[in-house]
């Protein structure tokens, strides 16, 4: 085993044992969670391993970085998550390669992501970002839709060819009523969800929770967490 593989593998179980104790706290099932590791900045050879290592999920934020990484590891079975604000200009080639698109916040992005899933003859899932931090009718910082411009964008997705409205998503915010308050924003994330999913069955996933509060996000019922720097390390910016 290569010294970056034994790394990988031995970060990998540290995080894994930390989603196996939130979800034996909160009464969960340990399946009921899925990892996704989120690649950014790392090489395509890091993506192999931990391929290698069991990791079938894995996130990308810059378009620029993942489509080259994504080619490379284009014969494994993976599922890629784009996480980042997504502009117009980058969604031909984000649906060449993206299972699911998980920062959906306005609809010119859905006109967008439809016409090239079509193009492409490809279904995509997507979730909608909430911005906990928005006020009515805004949109984050951090992008994001207001939540009570959640069902509005849900029935555009729904109506879209090409698209699959999968859930939600939300980062915990940085300002406004939620700040440092990463478990009351997954609980608040969670309350959408169920408003959500009575028109929208199908719309289960959830996706919160990083590498310094995955075990808020699992105690508030989120089916995914999204882990970098605690499974790959520090590691300088690309670019």
């Known amino acids: 085993m290569t010294d970056r593989k034994a790394e990988l593998a031995a970060n990998l179980a540290q995080v894994e044992e930390r989603i196996?104790?939130?979800c034996a706290a909160a009464g969960r099932k340990r399946e009921e969670v899925t990892l996704i590791v989120v690649t950014k900045t790392y090489p395509a050879s890091d993506v192999r391993i931990l391929h290698e290592l069991g990791v079938r999920h894995v996130a990308e934020n810059r378009d620029q970085?993942?489509?080259?990484?994504?080619?490379?590891?284009?014969?494994?079975?993976l599922t890629w998550h784009f996480v980042g604000q997504l502009q117009t200009n980058k969604v031909r080639s984000v649906t060449s390669?993206?299972?699911?698109?998980?920062?959906?916040?306005?609809?010119?992005?859905?006109?967008a992501l439809s016409a090239a899933a079509v193009r492409g003859e490809?279904?995509?899932?997507?979730?909608?970002?909430?911005?906990?931090?928005?006020?009515?009718?805004?949109?984050?910082?951090r992008g994001g839709v207001a939540p009570d411009g959640v069902e509005e964008l849900a029935a555009v997705?729904?109506?879209?060819p090409g698209l699959r409205l999968d859930g939600l998503m939300t980062v915990a915010p940085l300002a406004g009523e939620y700040a440092g308050r990463q478990r009351a924003a997954f609980d608040r994330l969670m309350e959408i969800s169920?408003?959500?999913?009575?028109?929208?069955p199908a719309a289960n996933?959830?996706?919160?929770?990083?590498?310094?509060?995955l075990e808020g996000a699992?105690?508030?019922?989120?089916?995914?967490?999204?882990?970098?720097?605690a499974v790959l390390g520090v590691r300088p910016r690309l670019g």
């Open 97 to 111: 390669y993206a299972g699911v698109v998980q920062s959906v916040d306005r609809a010119k992005l859905v006109t």
């Open 218 to 229: 699992v105690a508030a019922g989120a089916t995914h967490v999204r882990v970098g720097t």
């Open 157 to 160: 997705i729904g109506a879209a």
């Open 122 to 141: 490809r279904e995509l899932g997507c979730l909608i970002q909430v911005a906990l931090d928005a006020e009515s009718g805004e949109r984050g910082e």
């Open 20 to 22: 196996v104790s939130s």
């Open 65 to 77: 970085d993942a489509a080259p990484k994504a080619t490379a590891c284009a014969d494994l079975s």
């Open 194 to 200: 169920s408003s959500l999913r009575a028109g929208h």
């Open 205 to 213: 996933m959830v996706s919160a929770g990083m590498s310094g509060d």
